[in-house]
């Protein structure tokens, strides 16, 4: 619920806000596809209860007569999480809406990721993400209004990258989960942070409607934001280009046609939904007595008393012992080489890991999936067998939070040379959970955004979640002069993932955390110059999204990407973190999971597998896999840098596109 009133559903929202007869539904159905029978079981039970196929509702309606374009999440299918098929629907509806050159208007009520398909479905932001940016790139409106609840990867994409953004009065609107954030470091989070008026008041949001507003707003932004108004009527839209197709006069079509009635006391949760559980546990809104729009002559006087009335500072966490060994320099020293100014490697950080509450795919290759190292022109490599061999995850995670595991300092020390650092966001933000350097890496070069493990606590466990330097939003802000600078000189780009997860804090919710992802994925997906990932040790949550969609992917062997912690996902859907390493076999985190479903291009093997090595030969065989590491990313980015840049475009997104999809 939001305020005193019971959540509206996305057909009621739809049915509130559109013309009475001009809804039109875009759907196609949808067929239930998972092997995994508890899996199977919530799906149907969704469906029933929803009368809706999935958890997203798409189509077009006439607002004032203007046609408009409409996406919207069903909070009570699987707490509107976002698997392959609700993210591909989303993609083909704003793929038509750029088409028939329609204003979007997005309506997400959502916990995020879909737990119970894992990896594949947490891509799925990427290209929500770039089709969103897709959009907006053709000089079309894009409106959001974030309903109660919206958190995880669905407002760290396409719920925080609109050109004007609403939200429902008392709505929990928040990046991190809260149930997650006290099952990972038992304490609370700092209550009236996550709620609508005080992401206004933090200018976060641009307004606070009701949904029965919702209508008059949209109607007049969409006034300026598609100029002539006096054609609309006749469906003409910006440009002059004459809207494709007539808008019928019919209700709701197909699948979504039923079932829309909620009371005020939710769903029980004795029905199934894991993901739905926690998102509702967690959804903790207050009520507005006066909605501050933020449209009347003098603003809001309740957002300043939202300001106000937030309580204490974040809390920290934790997080993992030691850097990594000093001075690895496996290659041949030459001038430069080795330059990097370092810190100590001691500072303290702030929490790291971060929860994509509620939802979360985790259908998933198989728990034993795998593969073999490839070349730079192919994927998989020789002998590769998707979905086999390879160490199990719980090995890779633990191998992946080792304090004396080399990081993306170590590699600068051993694969590059002519490294100049670059110091916070140039606008007078600094995060030590990023690094930025122009460099040669491996003769080539580039420049280099790396999740940098060297600051820790001494005293911190290295295994375990919030292990390493968490990224808050200036480091993601940072993040993007790098990708600035490479576009506007024409470098490749270098991407080095290694993060045990965004900051969870209050001061990481209000400076706009979920919004500095988003903005990162759209940048990363449509920057010009080459880019190249490596994913290096922990990919964990929005953290590692933000900078993986690269024209190619390496994995380290014991890399690893998961929509959060694992520990979070046994959080949500088992309410313990004691399943953790069982989850991520299921959800497909491993390298070799990796490589199979083609979100990572090539692994390269670390050596030293014997767990029984001595230090010695631990460090040595560390010392030879940095060195490999520079020579194939040098390799690699001379490439992409050689690929004509349509072509190299063109594939980045198709990469993108389909997975998730039958390949």
């Known amino acids: 619920m939001t305020g005193t009133n019971p959540r509206t559903s996305a057909l009621q929202l739809i049915e509130t806000v559109v013309d009475p007869g001009s809804w039109l539904c875009w759907d196609e159905p949808v067929d239930i596809t998972t092997d995994d029978p508890d899996y199977r079981a919530d799906l149907e039970r969704a469906r029933e209860r929803t009368g809706l196929d999935e958890s997203v509702i798409t189509g077009e309606g006439r607002i004032e007569g203007r046609r408009v374009a409409i996406v ?36 997400p009520a959502s916990g995020g990721t879909r737990m119970q398909e894992g990896t594949v479905a947490f891509l799925q932001m990427v290209k929500v993400a770039a089709a969103i940016t897709d959009h907006k790139a053709a000089g079309l409106p894009y409106l959001v209004h974030l309903r109660h609840p919206t958190t995880g990867g669905v407002l760290a994409s396409w719920g925080s990258l609109g050109h ?107 029905e199934g939904d894991q993901a739905g559980r926690a998102a509702e546990s967690e959804a903790t809104p207050v009520a507005s007595p006066g909605v501050a729009d933020g449209y009347g002559p003098y603003g809001s006087d309740a957002a300043a008393a939202a300001r106000a009335g937030a309580e204490g500072p974040g809390p920290t966490a934790a997080v993992g012992a030691g850097g990594g060994p000093e001075g690895r320099g496996a290659a041949p020293a030459s001038a430069g080489r080795g330059e990097l100014p370092m810190a100590s ?54 191998r992946s939070r080792r304090g004396d595991r080399p990081g993306v300092r170590d590699l600068l020390r051993a694969a590059a040379e002519d490294v100049s650092p670059l110091s916070g966001t140039g606008a007078g933000e600094h995060d030590p959970g990023l690094l930025l350097a122009l460099a040669r890496v491996g003769g080539t070069p580039c420049v280099v955004l790396g999740h940098d493990r060297a600051a820790r606590h001494e005293d911190a466990a290295a295994d375990g979640p919030g292990g390493g330097q968490p990224l808050g939003p200036a480091g993601l802000r940072t993040a993007r002069r790098g990708m600035r600078i490479a576009a506007e000189l024409g470098l490749p780009l270098l991407t080095v993932v290694d993060t045990a997860g965004a900051a969870l804090s209050r001061e990481a919710e209000e400076g706009g955390l979920a919004g500095e992802i988003a903005r990162c994925l759209a940048d990363m997906v449509t ?84 767990a029984g090595a001595g230090a010695g030969a631990e460090r040595a065989a560390y010392d030879s896999f940095l060195a490999r590491l520079g020579d194939t990313l040098g390799a690699e980015l001379a490439a992409l840098r050689a690929q004509d840049q349509g072509e190299r475009l063109a594939a980045r997104r198709a990469r993108h596109r389909r997975i998730g999809l039958p390949r």
Do not use: K
Not at 355 to 381: F, N
């Open 72 to 107: 919207a999440c069903e909070f009570r299918f699987l707490a509107g999480s976002i698997g392959v098929a609700s993210g591909e629907r989303l993609v083909r509806a704003v793929e038509r809406a750029t088409a028939e050159r329609l204003p979007l208007l997005a309506a």
């Open 164 to 270: 004007v953004t609403a939200a429902e009065p008392g709505a929990l609107i928040g990046f991190l989960g809260p149930r997650v954030h006290e099952a990972l470091y038992g304490e609370e989070f700092p209550p009236g942070v996550q709620v609508a008026e005080n992401l206004m008041a933090h200018g976060l949001v641009d307004a606070v409607l009701p949904p029965e507003r919702l209508s008059e707003v949209a109607a007049r932004v969409l006034r300026v934001l598609c100029g002539d108004a006096a054609a609309v009527a006749n469906g003409a839209v910006p440009g002059g280009a004459v809207a494709a197709g007539a808008v019928p006069a019919a209700g709701p079509s197909g699948p979504a046609a039923g079932g829309e009635q909620e009371t005020a006391a939710g769903r029980p949760a004795e």
């Open 345 to 398: 490697g001691r500072g303290a950080g702030a929490g790291g890991g971060e929860g994509d509450r509620g939802g979360a795919d985790m259908a998933a290759a198989a728990a034993d999936g795998g593969g073999e190292a490839g070349t730079a022109g192919d994927r998989g490599g020789a002998g590769a067998a998707p979905g086999r061999g390879g160490p199990g995850a719980e090995e890779s995670i633990r």
């Open 527 to 610: 920057l010009p110059a080459p880019t190249l990932c490596l994913l290096l040790g922990q990919g964990a949550g929005g953290a590692a999204l933000a900078l993986l969609p690269a024209d190619r992917v390496l994995a380290a062997r014991h890399a690893w990407l998961s929509p959060l912690p694992p520990e979070g996902a046994s959080a949500i859907l088992y309410r313990t973190t004691e399943r953790a390493y069982e989850i991520a076999g299921r959800q497909g985190v491993r390298s070799a999971d990796l490589l199979a479903h083609g979100i990572v291009d090539r692994i390269v093997e670390e050596g030293a597998e014997d």
